[in-house]
């Protein structure tokens, strides 16, 4: 897996993947104060900006599993969901799945577990299994 950024203040680490951000826009919607989408403003995430509380809330949000949190004052770990995981299907889109999500390569070698991924349905993704929102740029639809 690639490198994770982390932004720490307020009891809360936020890590940052970008090979795994679809650019969803949850995070900035839903907390401008911390996430940033300015090309000119690094860093773009601020944990300054809000309590660790309202940060875990939003990165929750997060569909691609590009953010994560780790509390370090004492709230809540990200938690994971029990049984069988989700899966959303997205409009022309990845598949975006939720629960403990445990990837293996083809050799049966766990690759990650994680909470939540954006899976690549198009086939034309470089981050595969992951989504990289290759589905665009190839004009993907949904089968009729």
Same mark, same amino acid.
């Given at each position: 897996m690639a490198r994770k950024k982390a932004y720490e203040a307020n009891g809360i680490v936020v890590h940052f993947e970008a090979k795994? +951000?679809?650019?969803?826009?949850? +995070?900035?919607r839903g907390l401008p104060a911390v996430f940033d989408f300015d090309v000119d403003k690094r860093?773009?995430?601020?944990?300054d900006g809000a309590p660790a509380a309202e940060i875990a809330d939003i990165v929750h949000r997060c569909p691609s599993g590009a953010l994560t949190y780790e509390r370090l004052d004492g709230g809540p770990p990200e938690p994971v969901l029990d049984g069988p995981p989700t899966v959303r299907t997205a409009t022309n889109g990845p598949l975006f799945v939720r629960g403990r999500v445990e990837i293996t390569d083809h050799a049966?070698?766990?690759v990650c577990v994680e909470p939540r991924v954006a899976l690549c349905r198009c086939g034309a993704s470089r981050n595969k299994p992951f989504c990289d929102n290759s589905h665009r740029s190839v004009g993907f639809k949904d089968p009729v």
């Open positions: 795994r +951000c679809i650019h969803a826009g949850a +995070c900035v860093p773009w995430i601020d944990p049966g070698v766990t």
